[in-house]
């Protein structure tokens, strides 16, 4: 969560700063040529200008970019995690252009005894001890060396991997400290992968999603993405959008030398790429789903078989089941997992009239949940059939809807199919435009289950998804991004349609370049124009 | 004698070279050198140690200075600004300097080149126009010049969209020239003379004094404008031969690389070229296709007074052959790029006929313009058509393309290699980051054309007047204006070809138009002090006619009749009952001489205030969403 924090604090900033000189991270920052260098102008500049006086325009020198001076040097942090129980190992990791001098420092080889400096071999474990300063022992550690830049953060790496107690990683840590690195903010490591172009922003924050998943599904999802399945959507994207302007903008620099424009396949490509925005948008349910999960209420008037369905479709006793009507008197709990998203039931008091003090707050209680549910389901009995009191709690659940003006798809489940098996069809005419899905099903033996899930799947617009759930989905701000882009693209469209002129098109593709950008970070102008010199001959 | 010495090994030499007592002015503090002087010229080493640790700022400047009679012979020459080179920045940066009332010297190789156009007869184009309409804003020169002494005129780019629309013009070159040089020499407070400067004077605060030329002349002033151009070490090519030269025919600035990288400036080499001149004579324009200029005639200066309309002559089209590929491919190996022995980088968007010809193999034919360049000579400009061959191969070369086949070379066509700076070593204001009071602009900071060179001079010449007598010195914003851009790029970007002027380098260009280069600049012109109190009177009384015509669009309305009539023909849509104006001319291809047909439109209004009505109405949501992206986009700077 830190990381996502610390990405989100720095994205605006990268996404404005970041050129091509900025992934030369090291020399940009160096900080013996540059600082000194930069103190000598702002103190001249001072002088120069004299105080108090007032430029025109504004300050001629963006000074400012000594904050990210700071962000150089050579990090360590515990990367495993603590607090826990002991484990058998911990991992201390250090990056940067130190990380081998440090651990050097703290590192001591079993093989070569005292053997200083010590160099090692990128990617091959080696044994030994950790020292601190004055030279005591204080673990024997495994060192892992990554050299820049086949590492995480295509710095040098150095893993020490530790016993895994708090003290033993700690100790560690601090003697790394000491040894010159310093304290790595929180997902600083990730971070410095993004700025050293090792990761683009999607797949860094996938990176997060990745270790905080809860799920099967969303951990697939996460690694889908960090392979690069979105971002090589986003760059095909993005790569077509800078084509449309490397088509559109030669013509406006170098209008004599090019054939006229073919709009017709400017359109085509246009309504293209608004559709691959659009099936990338309807993937972020689905992640809000992975992340957060689905919440079903279970309603019904007493005694139709709530809580044995819950039972039944958790595969456990959690609710009390009993013939006496109004059993279950708060609302219950259960936890399953419906193609990799993870599923709370909600088995709610049967909703009636009551004079029975608990109970009445039970029925208030099951319709805040049913309320504030992502579907409600609604059991009736097979054998009643459909009663007056259904149609009247349908009704009463309906009144609650329309004042939230926010429709919760409900499913109808008849329940005790054993019991009549004939359930006449014509029950569901009347109830086609509430329901959008109804289930049969048998709490007693499990009958109708999977239907169930199919049906809640289907209500929520999830069936699409390809079973498993390997695949990529979008998260909030990724979200946000897309339909940037997609509004960008429509408006590009009507313009196109208005025949406005071509000039006005290039605004909002670069609107949806930018859009693009954000969410993988790069920076445009030169683009379109190394790729108009390379793709045209043009020139006099 | 001409020493061409590394700043390191001519104080070896001149150590080993010279006498004892000269080595004492080595321990000096001062970082000057003037070395290949006092290996020529003897003089009294007492004095001139003495003096220099007397009196600091005071130099021995002549050979006179060093008779008996004492100072007598020496006068001393002090500037409040010296603009070194007289090109398109040259000229601009020191009638700016001058105009502000800085007392301001322009050095130049040779007074006859002074605003020389050596390659493209030509101002304007998309993005270079907006600059020269800018510079125009600012009270810049170009404009007028290239509005009094236009060939032909066209607007480019016409239908697509008001931001890219674009002005170019043929201008007469020797014209040119001799109006600029007119213009140069009537400015009060700008004095001109022939040197060329090899040393830059540096004071002891890295400040600069004044500059030195190579006959051994000190010129002095606070502020110092540098505008090489491609004349610093100089070097032109015509297949494998080179001779050191800025243009053809002109000698090269020798000397000042050296001295700037002594004092610790990174130079560079850049390249371009130009395409051979031929005899119009000689040509047969009966089967070209002609290209004309625009019946009616826009202009680059907003002053109504440079507004005088001439005949115009005409450009002609014509296109390579299957034997000008042929000819080419069989003598790449001839060539500078692909025979290896030049590798400074010449710009993408000006090719040789080579690389087109090389990278794009799959083109059979490319275009050629013939532009005149000038009303009373026979030469005509062959553009595109910028080659590295050897002279021997180039007239062959012309006679492949259509018309030319019986055509005679007057000029062949040459590259030319020059120092630059990489201009991050300059701040926006144009002063470099190293010495304070030494400006760089034009071509010595990587650009090319004449629209960019000029745009830098304005504003190296406002500021380097500005710092002449302790004022702040003016930036103009990345998103104010090209200038801005232009600038923004050039110290910013890591630049390693010749940079050009592009419409698709600004980022907003929808608020950076030709029309309202005025309303954006002209206010700060007139606060700098280089908008006098007519053109200020021009402009304020424009605008205010401007404001007042969309008032009146906004409150009146129409009812039908053969306005509504066209104006649903036109733009498809239905007219409602009692429309604005303002709406009718928001409909598509609606303009505003459609108002004028049907009496509807104002007379009082010229056609380029017309047309800054029609965009500001026409495409106000696009201009308003474009700020609110700006705005956007400075929250994050």
Known sequence: ?540 | MRLRLRPMAAAAAAAAAVASPIIPSFLHPSRRLRLRLSLSIPRSTQRCFSSRSCVPRRRLTTVAASTAKGDIGGVEERFDVIVVGGGHAGCEAALASARLGARTLLLTLNIDRIAWQPCNPAVGGPAKSQLVHEVDALGGEIGKIADRCYLQKRVLNLSKGPAVRALRAQTDKREYAMEMKKVVESTPNLFVREAMVTEILVGNNDNVEGVHSFFGVDFYAPSVVLTTGTFMSGKIWVGRASMPAGRAGESASQGLTENLQYLGFETDRLKTGTPARVDRRTVDFSGLEPQHGDEQVSWFSFDPDFHIEREQMCCYLTRTTKDTHKLIKDNLHETPTYGGWVEAKGPRYCPSIEDKIVRFQDKESHQIFLEPEGRNVPELYVQGFSTGLPERLQLALLRTLPGLENCLMLRPAYAVEYDYLPAHQCSRSLMTKKIEGLFFSGQINGTTGYEEAAAQGLVAGVNAARHSCGKPLIVLERESSYIGTLIDDLVTKDLREPYRMLTSRSEHRLLLRSDNADSRLTPLGREVGLIDDRRWDLYQSKQARIIAEKQRLKSVRVSGGDLAAEVTLLSGQPVKDSVSLESILKKPHVQYNVLDKHGYGNNLLTRMEKECVEIDIKYEGFILRQQSQLQQVHQFI
């Not at chain 1, 970070?521 to 006099?540: A, Q, R, T, W």
């Open chain 1, 1 to 540: 969560m830190a990381l996502r924090a610390l990405l989100g604090l720095h994205i605006h900033h990268l996404l404005l700063r970041r050129n091509p000189k900025f992934q030369k991270f090291p020399n940009y920052f160096n900080p013996t040529s540059l600082i000194p260098r930069s103190r000598t102008l702002i103190s001249r500049f001072s002088s120069t200008v004299g105080s108090g006086k007032n430029l025109i325009l504004t300050k001629d020198e963006r000074v400012g970019t000594s904050g990210t001076v700071e962000g150089l040097g050579t990090i360590a942090a515990i990367v495993t995690s603590l607090g826990g129980g002991p484990a058998a190992v911990g991992i201390v990791r250090l990056s940067g252009p130190m990380a081998v001098d440090v651990a050097s420092r703290v590192f001591q080889p079993a093989k070569r005894n005292g053997e200083v400096p010590w160099r090692p071999r990128s990617h091959f474990v080696e044994y030994g001890l950790a020292l601190d300063l004055e030279g005591n022992v204080i673990d024997e550690v495994l060192a892992v060396p990554m050299l820049a830049p086949r590492s995480y953060t295509r710095e040098d790496v150095v893993e020490l991997q530790c016993h895994g107690s708090d003290v033993c990683l700690r100790r560690v840590l601090r003697a790394c400290l000491e040894a010159g690195a310093r304290l790595a903010e929180p997902g600083e490591f990730t971070l410095r992968a993004f700025l050293n172009g090792r990761l683009d922003l999607s797949q860094a924050e996938n990176i997060e999603r990745l270790i905080s998943a809860k799920s099967v599904a969303a951990a697939d999802s996460a690694l889908a993405g960090m392979q690069g399945g979105f971002s090589a959507l986003v760059k095909g994207l993005r790569k077509q959008c800078i084509e449309l302007l490397v088509e559109i903008e030669a013509r406006l620099d170098f209008e004599d030398e090019l054939p006229a424009l073919d709009s017709s396949m400017l359109i085509d490509k246009i309504n293209l790429m608004w559709h691959d925005v659009q099936q990338a948008l309807d993937t972020a349910d689905y992640d809000k789903l992975l992340q957060s999960g689905l919440q079903i209420a279970i309603v019904g008037r007493p005694n139709v078989g709530k809580s044995s369905l819950l039972n039944a479709w958790s595969k456990s006793d959690r609710a009390i089941v009993t013939e006496i009507a109004g059993t279950t008197r708060d609302v219950v709990e259960a936890h399953v997992t419906v193609q990799g998203i993870p599923v709370t039931l909600l088995d709610t008091a049967g909703i009636r009239e009551t004079d029975d003090l608990v109970e009445k707050i039970g029925v208030q209680r099951s319709e805040a949940a049913a309320m504030s549910a992502d579907v409600i389901i609604m059991a009736i009995s097979a054998s009643d059939g459909w009663t007056e009191d259904d149609k009247k709690l349908m009704e009463h659940l309906q009144m609650n809807q329309m004042s939230t003006s926010f429709a919760t798809p409900m499913i109808l489940v008849i329940n005790k199919i054993d019991c009549a098996p004939s359930i006449t069809e014509e029950l569901f005419e009347i109830n086609t435009r509430i329901f959008k899905k109804h289930v049969c099903t048998c709490a007693v033996t499990g009958q109708g289950i999977v239907e169930l899930e199919k049906a809640v799947l289907e209500v929520r617009g999830l069936d699409s998804i390809p079973a498993g759930g390997r695949r990529w989905t979008v998260n909030q701000r990724q979200c946000e991004q897309l339909l940037r882009t997609r509004e960008a693209l429509s408006r590009l469209k009507s313009s196109i349609c208005e025949e406005l002129p071509s000039d006005f098109w290039t605004i909002d593709l670069r609107e949806a370049v930018l859009a693009l950008d954000e969410i993988s970070g790069v920076d445009i102008s030169e683009e379109v124009l190394s790729n108009i010199f390379s793709k045209f001959c043009i020139g006099k």
